[in-house]
């Protein structure tokens, strides 16, 4: 908005202040009973012509109760209403475009259409106030109630990127002048995190770097994202061990991102896992991957849209909601202090869709060997093209009512063994980082939150300090606005050019990072599936499928 009608008096003279720039125009509402002198003249004159002297008047004309809108230059106005009785009066200025009148007499609606997360500021002007004739405002299912005891009335709501329907109602108005302000915003997930809660910790790309107070965001476009935690030290407890659900001495590594694709058409939104369960007592581990519909809020899968080594499952703690999960070996993997793995997700492109593949790797298994990269499965999402999957701060997954779902992250992170269980850690070592494939070469994501947001299981007493181009997972209180930089690339920001809100005059610096594609398979990749059939028994799958509900 760009200027804000301020003032009204209770005498003869009603006036407001407005401040009008380039391309814009002044609404005034009023109601009265008899006819109202409405001029408009430059705010420095207001003096003057309450003095009675002979100033340049840019409107003047009787009308009667209505909305009016009066077309000026750029610059700072007073509005003013002469009137014989007391009247309700206000006014306000716009950008033409986004002023819109509607009748309440007829079914109108507005459509708000928006390309990235926005706060939207809504002014309504009325003739009527909204005391005595209240109008309920609904933005595609959210209802908001407006009643004061003026005809100028503001609301600011933060939308997601989507398609909006904006409805009025009310039981008297004719007509409302609504004025919709779309401000560019970035998903900042410092301005929703709990600090008083336990979160998953480790390293997570957001597309955000804060430098000098300031967010710099930019986005990445991947094929095929790796996350690598060289552990020295482990040990944690689980305090969810009572339920039966977990180890009491259970603890994960978890590499997550969201996954966007074209499935017939449509747009759609998946989240991926690929998981490290460890037994901290035992020093054993196991392999686990999930995938969720993150397209709309408690979207749900079938078997019918994903078919892989696993298969579709209920969650018991997120409103029933289905999702793909499986476990693998049959029998837990041994490890030795120091432990270094490797997670890996890849997506390729097959002529039934897209094929999204989990894989480990031991880099270091105490004295041991590397070990290979063991992609233990690989999830068919069929009928789904353009896919990749996407770090940015320009939106996030679809929310109820518009607000914020899940932020398009991509993280590496200690939490709960599963369930959305917390592990609080008493011993901790781990230098640790994630990285994407940009056509063939591995680059490391450039910054770096220390906290997750997408997975229910959480941490307790670990905290993450820079270390060596990467970062150190240590015991400790974490930090929650402690952030890591390995690329200058995010402080050397190019202007960015695409106005991703309507009506938006503010555009965002990012970095460009170009879309990186996926590694080709290894020669022996299509035959793991017969490997893991040999290996796993059904009735270890479908014991893991019941004892397993990851948030």
Known sequence: MIGIASAQQATQIYYS?????????IAAGLNTTSGVDLVVIRSQSLGRFENGVQVT???????HSGVYLIGVPGGNYAVIFESD??????????????????????????NIHLLNYSFENITLLSAQNFEDDPVALNISGSTFNIKSDSNLEFLNVSLNRGSYLLGLKSGSQQEVFVILDSQNALVDPLKTINTNASHPIGIASYGLYKNAGRLLPYQISAGEVIGTANISEIEATDYNYSTGIVS??????????????????????????DVADFNTLNKTFYMVDNIWNNTVPYGTLSNSTLSGMGGVISCRS????????????????????PVNIKLVIMDNQTTAGTAVSFGYQLLGNGNAAEGPLVFYDKV????????????????????????????YDAELVFGGEDNGSVSNFSKMNAVMWIYYMDNGTLKPFPSAYIFGS????????????????????????PDLEEQILVSNSVVKVSKYLQNTSQNVSEAYNYTT??????????PDYENYALYALVAVAAAAVLYEFLRLFRG
């Open 380 to 407: 068919l999402v069929s009928g789904a093209v353009n896919s990749h999957m996407l770090v940015t701060p320009y939106y996030s997954t679809p929310g109820e009512g518009g607000a914020i779902g899940s932020y």
């Open 513 to 522: 990072i170009p879309y990186g594609n996926a590694s080709r398979m290894p």
């Open 57 to 63: 008047q840019f409107y003047n004309s009787t009308v």
């Open 248 to 273: 009491d001495h259970g603890a994960s590594l978890q590499l997550n991102i969201e996954l966007n694709a074209d499935v017939y058409g449509a747009s759609r939104v998946f989240w991926l896992q």
């Open 17 to 25: 202040n407005v401040t009008v720039g380039y391309g814009g125009s």
């Open 454 to 477: 997408s997975t229910a299981e959480s941490a307790q007493d670990i905290n993450i300090v820079p270390h060596a181009g990467g970062a150190l997972a240590e015991l400790g209180a």
């Open 318 to 337: 997120c409103k029933k909601k289905y999702f793909y999960a499986y476990s693998y070996p049959n029998r837990a993997i041994r490890y030795s202090l």
């Open 85 to 110: 009785t007391r009247i309700t009066a206000e006014a306000v200025a716009y950008r033409i475009g986004d002023g819109h009148l509607m009748n309440l007499n007829t079914s109108g609606a507005l």
